[in-house]
């Protein structure tokens, strides 16, 4: 047996068997659909189906009810409706009753209503005369109550979610303590990175440079390693570590115990960058502002949690806009490359939650057609879940002014793997556009969109970004679980974006190993730390 919602959420059917025979198909309207209607409907399936089955099959029941389940009920009652003509109408107080929502005195009151389906069904079937009306409400209540519980307990597993994939586990914390205890004790821990007289090759265009913002040794260790380990010429890659000043002495000691010779690596935090402590940064400023929008986004979390009426992943979706972990400078700072490295000429950034599988060289080669932002496209794919992101899946086009600017059907692109043409990106307003959208998105309370940096990201690079073959950049192993490890074996870069972070206990197992051969399991700090890579 089987239950099928269309896509359009106008029809519920339920089927029997292989031939998908139609036993029972109502349109729900076209009125506004919601999903509580959807829940009456299936559940009005289960009940109907087991109304006809007492009906019809009274006989072979002798009192044994343990089918609670939709499919246990299809089993036991396909041979007795198969070959009979059945005409299941809905009646129309049924839909009335279920239409109408129960006031707030009213749902306080529910408690004599059964909890469970079971006990419903007990109910329903001792009463000697099925008034439908009353049937009706019953199971109005019945499924109030149900909702009820449903949402809370969906709240709350987003909410875990949400709290696992935005705190920090607790090996990472050791980590970064214990490397920034070597930092202070062991000289060696603070060897110049890279040794002076290598640090001409810093600025020198005919290297292969490579940029990475994070506030994570570990994650920073596996992009290093990754990215050296697979290049054909590591004497020629420069990596740029740039971090934050708490995790600066942690960074810098494990690069230094850990070079990755004969790869260049720098360490910067952002206090050693001039161009962002003198005078007004737009992008600080902005931060500053962003934080104060954020903490009174709709009324800050409680308010949030206790609006009763909204979906429990709408409710997760504002929770997470409060996050600092979006509002972060170091998912900002790319937007300002040209800047932090006035002498460099074209830069690969890559996120923290990337792994490198192949040289990446060639991407030098490739011809930007003057375009300033080298990228893969995310709209069209094979994965439907991964790879169909339009404008309209970032930006919110019920507002003027998105509406106005930008085709909501416009394929987006993805951060994470980009290549930057700084020399032609100086020639652009890029980085206003971004700070002026971003400025407008404070003013309209965060209404533009909410959350992250791709959606500026987008707007300001609109127009100047060159697509580059999806091998480069592979998506979503971070929230697409059915990712091919095979696939993604084959993929230039692998990209951990989502929730499951490979070093979280979240991290999908099957996948978290391609990550993981990164890190070394007999290092004493991976071990002292224990961290798991399992
Ligand atoms: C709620 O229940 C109380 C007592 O059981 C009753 O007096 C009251 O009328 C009920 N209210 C509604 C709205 O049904
Ligand atoms: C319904 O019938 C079942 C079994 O016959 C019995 O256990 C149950 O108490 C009855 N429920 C009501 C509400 O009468
Ligand atoms: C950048 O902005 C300035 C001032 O608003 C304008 O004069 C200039 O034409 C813009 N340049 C580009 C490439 O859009
Ligand atoms: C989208 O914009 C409309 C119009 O300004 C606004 O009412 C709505 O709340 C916005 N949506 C979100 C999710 O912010
Ligand atoms: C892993 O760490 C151990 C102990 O520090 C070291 O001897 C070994 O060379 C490391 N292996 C790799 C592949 O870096």
């Not at 299941?88 to 239409?99: D, G, K, N």
């Not at 708490?246 to 010779?261: I, R």
């Not at 993929?491 to 991290?507: C, E, M, S, T």
């Amino acid at each position: 047996m089987q239950l099928h919602i269309s896509p359009s959420l106008k029809h519920v059917t339920v089927s029997t068997g292989k031939g998908v025979k139609e036993l029972i198909k109502f349109k729900i309207g076209s009125k506004r659909v919601s999903y509580l209607m959807i829940i009456y409907s299936l559940l009005f399936c289960t009940l109907l189906l087991r109304t006809l089955f007492v009906l019809h099959a009274v006989d072979t029941m002798d009192g044994d009810i343990k089918c609670s389940t939709i499919g246990c009920l299809g089993k036991r009652i396909r041979p007795k409706i198969f070959g009979r003509k059945l005409e299941p109408r809905v009646p129309e107080v049924l839909y009335q009753v279920l239409a109408e929502p129960l006031s707030k005195e009213e749902v306080k009151n529910i408690s004599d209503v059964p909890q469970t389906l079971e006990d419903f069904m007990n109910e329903v079937i001792n009463e000697s005369s099925l008034d439908m009306k009353a049937f009706a409400i019953k199971l109005r209540e019945m499924v109030t109550l149900l909702e009820q519980r449903t949402r809370n307990a969906k709240v709350h597993e987003y909410l875990y979610r949400h709290v696992a994939s935005s705190s920090i586990p607790k090996q990472l914390h050791c980590l970064a303590l214990s490397l920034a205890d070597e930092y202070s004790n062991n000289a060696a821990a603070r060897t110049q990175l890279p040794p002076p007289q290598l640090v001409p090759y810093l600025v020198d265009n005919s290297f292969y440079h490579f940029v990475l913002a994070t506030d994570n040794v570990l994650a920073a260790s596996v992009v290093a390693a990754s990215l050296v380990r697979n290049s054909l010429r590591p004497e020629k890659i420069v990596l740029h570590v740039i971090t934050d000043r708490k995790t600066y002495s942690p960074m810098q000691a494990w690069f230094s115990l850990h070079p990755l010779g004969p790869a260049l690596i720098e360490v910067k935090g952002l206090h050693h960058f001039d161009w962002l402590t003198k005078g007004s940064v737009p992008v600080l400023e902005a931060m500053e502002k962003d934080l104060k929008v954020r903490s009174q986004f709709r009324g800050g979390s409680s308010a949030i949690v206790a609006s009763e009426n909204e979906k429990p992943q709408v409710i997760a979706a504002k929770l997470q806009a409060l996050s600092p972990k979006y509002n972060s400078l170091m998912n900002h700072i790319r937007i300002h490359l040209p800047e932090l490295f006035p002498n460099l000429g074209k830069v690969v950034f890559l996120d923290d939650d990337v792994v490198v599988q192949t040289d990446l060289t060639p991407l030098w080669e490739i011809d930007m057609k003057e375009k300033v932002n080298g990228a893969v496209e995310t709209c069209r794919g094979d994965d439907k879940f991964v790879m169909s992101k339009t404008f309209r899946s970032y930006l919110n086009f019920s507002h003027p002014l998105i509406a106005q600017n930008f085709d909501p059907d416009e394929c987006a692109w993805a951060y994470g793997m980009n290549i930057f043409d700084l020399r032609a990106w100086r020639k652009t307003n890029i980085s206003q556009t971004y700070h002026h959208w971003l400025t407008q998105n404070l003013k309209t309370d965060l209404s533009l969109w909410q959350l992250g940096t791709l959606p500026p990201g987008l707007i300001a690079f609109h127009g100047y970004v060159h697509v580059i073959d999806r091998f480069w950049h592979m998506l979503g192993l971070g929230y697409q679980e059915d990712t091919s490890v095979a696939e993604a074996k084959k993929a230039g870069v692998i990209h951990f974006n989502g929730r499951a972070k490979p070093w979280l206990d979240i991290a999908f197992p099957k996948l978290k190993p391609l990550w993981a051969t990164y890190v070394n399991s007999s290092d004493r700090f991976i071990r002292a730390c224990r961290v798991n890579l399992s």
